[in-house]
């Protein structure tokens, strides 16, 4: 029996009993809460303001625009047509690319280990609000309140924080509250958790929109602008990094959230561009409700000091007089991450009136921010274990597996209470969001542009001619960003820009290259034409393949006829259709996003080998990179042995365990008894 096949029959057990959402509107909100986080809150905004206001939105829309949404565009199509979670969406492509959704499905539970913390931060300040003014800790001194929260003084010496553990125990009995009855819990708790923090938000931001001071804090965050910036490599990295986490994408959650859609009738398209747009405008406005206060806070040291901000001679004589001050009320506008949320804007909510009843709205706002996130990660896990074969064999209760992923976490969560949690967090986040994510979308792209569909490439040109181009174009891509980017370590030494140009010149010479063998060896019908060789060999037909049922999923085609690409009407539609993809969809997949984040990747570690990471001593960075070392690991173990991915009791043919264990490990697809034939499913066609 083919892999198709077989892959058919595990779709269809799978489809078996799933829950759906009760309501399309449900999936939109979920996925909405799950992009819309704790980073939409601080991090978008501290990126905006410092790399110049305006000017960091240029390359953040333009990754949005061509890397992003296409990615995320790729994890709603393969949920919603396969069926099933990331780790068996992509192995419904190719047995061998199971590991890259297993990667990202860990990637994306290993966070909510450290979010969870955060979460319980916030857990504490919104418990402290509820006491008199007089009362309320985090009022007296910010800075010191969250260092004692976080126990992050400094001093290293193994102090364990019971109150941040208890705190922490709480999310997670949250989260398996919303976990336990699968979808259909999810599904009624976003109806409240998306809405609420928004309408939140607008009113923080029409309260801080009062103060004296606001209009410096929106100066500073959105409307200055420093058009130098934009030749700042690491705005783009940041950029990537934003879109990467803000979105959710690369971590399975979109996948599992689509497949429990309807394959027939799930307007992808239309779900690609409400989700990515609502999180952007949400980060904006996030933007908006901290900057504002943040601009009142330094109006607030000014005018304590006397001093008029407007006027720069007032201001040079300030400086001169009193620098530490005028250091101090600059500062309210250079917070960092956690800074803005847990030690300015606290600061700021204590000037007002009643202040606890803003602790409570803010804090609480953040609560349901994180909350959508945290358990969105989890349901990616008890998704995969129930799609796994280990779950189709024993149908495990969905409050089982909660409460098997909630426990885990909470074990899992127990180093970031210690005093060296801060760092810990520090240093895992950075290995995963930089270098784990974006090698998980590296791979995304490489699968569904290279990978999906290559049969089909076989038969129009032959399977040569195919690898040629492939493996032609990657080693080049990889030699020329090596010599371009990696090995100029010294730049003293070496010229950048002329290491940049022979890098260039490699990988475009091994393109072209690559591109005239393979169309010389092609073996097609001599009527063939070359235009048509190079479109079997170049082509994005794996893409395509998920744009034309995207496109057609929803579409009347007794108004508007069926969908076929590449006819001028049809591709003109989709231009200005939301409910379609248009033609660059594939080939953003494949080359430029593929590409872009195959680069990025290399310099991160590069970067990450010349100066290690934060200055940290490398023992201390070892966590961080066994993790990111897991993650490939989970990739290639599959590539290499997908048979272990399969139910050997049901696919094997051996009798005792052992002989399992080595079908298992056999290095080959999975391959049915003739007796099994008969009975097996043929592929399941898009309805």
């Given at each position: 029996?083919?892999?198709?096949?077989?892959?058919?029959?595990?779709q269809?057990?799978?489809?078996?009993?799933?829950?759906?959402?009760?309501?399309?509107?449900?999936?939109?909100?979920?996925?909405?809460?799950?992009?819309?986080?704790?980073?939409?809150?601080?991090?978008?905004?501290?990126?905006?303001?410092?790399?110049?206001?305006?000017?960091?939105?240029?390359?953040?829309?333009?990754?949005?625009f061509?890397?992003?949404?296409?990615?995320?565009?790729?994890e709603?199509?393969?949920?919603?047509?396969?069926?099933?979670?990331?780790?068996?969406?992509?192995?419904?492509?190719?047995?061998?690319?199971?590991?890259?959704?297993?990667?990202?499905?860990?990637?994306?539970?290993?966070?909510?280990?450290?979010?969870?913390?955060?979460?319980?931060?916030?857990?504490?300040?919104?418990?402290?609000?509820?006491?008199?003014?007089?009362?309320?800790?985090?009022?007296?001194?910010?800075?010191e309140?969250?260092?004692?929260?976080?126990?992050?003084?400094?001093?290293?010496?193994?102090?364990?924080?019971?109150?941040?553990?208890?705190?922490?125990?709480?999310?997670?009995v949250?989260?398996?509250?919303?976990?336990?009855k699968?979808?259909?819990?999810?599904?009624?708790?976003?109806?409240?958790?998306?809405?609420?923090?928004?309408?939140?938000?607008l009113?923080?931001?029409?309260?801080?929109?009062?103060?004296?001071?606001?209009?410096?804090?929106?100066?500073?965050?959105?409307?200055k602008?420093?058009?130098?910036?934009?030749?700042?490599p690491?705005?783009?990295?940041?950029?990537?990094?934003?879109?990467?986490?803000?979105?959710?994408?690369?971590?399975?959650?979109?996948?599992?959230?689509?497949?429990?859609?309807s394959k027939?009738?799930?307007?992808?398209?239309?779900?690609?561009?409400?989700?990515?747009?609502?999180?952007?405008?949400?980060?904006?406005?996030?933007?908006?409700?901290?900057?504002?206060?943040?601009?009142?806070m330094?109006?607030?040291?000014?005018?304590?000091?006397?001093?008029?901000?407007?006027?720069?001679?007032?201001?040079?004589?300030?400086?001169?007089?009193?620098?530490?001050?005028?250091?101090?009320?600059?500062?309210?506008l250079?917070?960092?991450?956690?800074?803005?949320?847990?030690?300015?804007?606290?600061?700021?909510?204590g000037?007002?009136?009643?202040?606890?009843?803003?602790?409570?709205?803010?804090?609480?706002?953040?609560?349901?921010?994180?909350?959508?996130?945290?358990?969105?990660?989890c349901?990616?896990?008890?998704?995969?274990?129930k799609?796994?074969?280990?779950?189709?064999?024993?149908?495990p209760?969905?409050?089982?597996?909660?409460?098997?992923?909630?426990?885990?976490?909470?074990l899992?969560?127990?180093?970031y209470?210690?005093?060296?949690?801060?760092?810990?967090?520090?240093?895992?986040?950075?290995?995963?969001?930089?270098?784990?994510?974006?090698?998980?979308?590296?791979?995304?792209?490489?699968?569904?542009?290279?990978?999906?569909?290559?049969?089909?490439?076989?038969?129009?040109?032959?399977?040569?001619?195919?690898?040629?181009?492939?493996?032609?174009?990657?080693?080049?891509?990889?030699?020329?960003?090596?010599?371009?980017?990696?090995?100029?370590?010294?730049?003293?030494?070496?010229?950048?820009?002329?290491?940049?140009?022979?890098?260039?010149?490699?990988?475009?010479?091994?393109?072209?290259?690559?591109?005239?063998?393979?169309?010389?060896?092609?073996?097609?019908?001599?009527?063939?034409?070359?235009?048509?060789k190079?479109?079997?060999?170049?082509?994005?037909?794996?893409?395509?393949?998920?744009r034309?049922?995207?496109?057609?999923?929803?579409?009347?085609?007794?108004?508007?006829?069926?969908?076929t690409?590449?006819?001028?009407?049809?591709?003109?539609?989709?231009?200005?259709?939301?409910?379609?993809?248009?033609?660059?969809?594939?080939?953003?997949?494949?080359?430029?996003?593929?590409?872009?984040?195959?680069?990025i990747?290399?310099?991160?570690?590069?970067?990450?080998?010349v100066?290690?990471?934060?200055?940290?001593?490398k023992?201390?960075?070892?966590?961080?990179?066994?993790?990111?070392?897991?993650?490939?690991?989970?990739?290639?173990?599959?590539?290499?042995?997908?048979?272990?991915?399969?139910?050997?009791?049901?696919?094997?043919?051996?009798?005792t365990?052992?002989?399992?264990?080595?079908?298992?490990?056999?290095?080959?697809?999975?391959?049915?008894?003739?007796?099994?034939?008969?009975?097996?499913?043929?592929?399941?066609?898009?309805?």
């Amino acid at each position: 029996m083919s892999g198709n096949d077989l892959e058919a029959e595990i779709q269809e057990e799978r489809e078996k009993g799933r829950k759906k959402w009760d309501h399309p509107i449900s999936f939109i909100l979920a996925a909405v809460g799950s992009a819309v986080g704790l980073g939409n809150v601080w991090r978008f905004p501290y990126l905006v303001s410092k790399f110049g206001g305006a000017p960091f939105l240029i390359p953040y829309f333009l990754i949005l625009f061509f890397v992003g949404m296409p990615i995320l565009g790729v994890e709603l199509c393969i949920g919603t047509f396969f069926q099933a979670g990331d780790a068996d969406a992509f192995g419904s492509m190719n047995p061998r690319l199971r590991g890259i959704g297993l990667a990202s499905v860990f990637a994306g539970y290993a966070i909510t280990f450290y979010y969870c913390i955060i979460l319980a931060w916030a857990f504490v300040y919104f418990g402290e609000s509820f006491q008199a003014t007089s009362n309320i800790p985090w009022l007296e001194n910010t800075g010191e309140y969250f260092s004692e929260v976080s126990m992050s003084t400094g001093n290293i010496t193994g102090a364990f924080n019971w109150r941040t553990f208890v705190c922490l125990i709480a999310v997670w009995v949250i989260i398996f509250l919303c976990l336990f009855k699968g979808v259909k819990t999810t599904g009624w708790v976003v109806k409240f958790t998306v809405p609420l923090p928004l309408l939140i938000l607008l009113i923080l931001i029409i309260r801080a929109a009062f103060l004296d001071g606001s209009k410096d804090g929106i100066m500073a965050y959105l409307i200055k602008w420093d058009s130098e910036v934009l030749s700042d490599p690491f705005i783009w990295s940041g950029a990537i990094g934003q879109v990467f986490f803000s979105l959710g994408i690369c971590m399975g959650v979109m996948t599992t959230y689509s497949s429990h859609n309807s394959k027939t009738k799930t307007n992808v398209a239309a779900s690609e561009k409400a989700i990515s747009l609502s999180d952007t405008g949400i980060a904006l406005l996030g933007g908006f409700a901290i900057y504002e206060m943040l601009g009142s806070m330094r109006a607030k040291c000014y005018n304590a000091a006397g001093v008029d901000r407007y006027n720069e001679t007032a201001v040079l004589e300030f400086n001169a007089t009193d620098p530490d001050k005028r250091k101090q009320c600059e500062s309210y506008l250079d917070q960092k991450s956690f800074g803005l949320a847990f030690i300015a804007y606290p600061e700021g909510l204590g000037t007002l009136e009643a202040p606890q009843f803003w602790g409570i709205v803010f804090f609480g706002c953040l609560l349901m921010l994180g909350i959508d996130s945290a358990f969105s990660l989890c349901e990616c896990m008890i998704t995969f274990l129930k799609d796994c074969w280990i779950g189709l064999r024993y149908r495990p209760k969905t409050w089982i597996i909660a409460i098997m992923c909630t426990v885990v976490g909470l074990l899992a969560g127990l180093p970031y209470c210690f005093d060296s949690g801060l760092v810990t967090l520090d240093i895992v986040d950075r290995y995963i969001n930089n270098w784990g994510m974006v090698l998980i979308g590296t791979l995304e792209c490489f699968a569904v542009g290279w990978v999906y569909k290559i049969d089909d490439q076989y038969q129009k040109v032959g399977k040569v001619s195919v690898l040629i181009y492939n493996v032609g174009y990657l080693v080049s891509l990889i030699v020329g960003a090596i010599l371009g980017i990696a090995l100029p370590y010294k730049p003293a030494e070496v010229d950048g820009a002329a290491s940049l140009g022979v890098g260039l010149a490699v990988f475009l010479m091994g393109w072209i290259g690559s591109t005239g063998v393979a169309i010389v060896l092609a073996k097609s019908k001599p009527e063939v034409t070359v235009l048509s060789k190079l479109w079997a060999i170049m082509g994005w037909h794996g893409a395509d393949d998920l744009r034309n049922k995207a496109n057609n999923c929803v579409r009347d085609t007794e108004k508007d006829g069926v969908w076929t690409p590449y006819s001028w009407k049809m591709e003109l539609q989709a231009l200005y259709r939301h409910d379609c993809f248009c033609a660059a969809f594939g080939f953003l997949i494949k080359y430029l996003s593929y590409t872009l984040l195959l680069v990025i990747t290399v310099i991160n570690i590069r970067n990450d080998i010349v100066s290690p990471y934060g200055g940290y001593p490398k023992d201390m960075l070892a966590i961080g990179q066994l993790i990111f070392v897991f993650m490939l690991f989970l990739v290639v173990i599959v590539a290499i042995f997908p048979r272990i991915m399969y139910d050997p009791f049901k696919y094997a043919d051996e009798q005792t365990h052992k002989g399992r264990l080595i079908w298992m490990l056999t290095p080959t697809p999975v391959e049915l008894g003739s007796d099994r034939q008969a009975s097996a499913p043929k592929e399941i066609a898009l309805e």
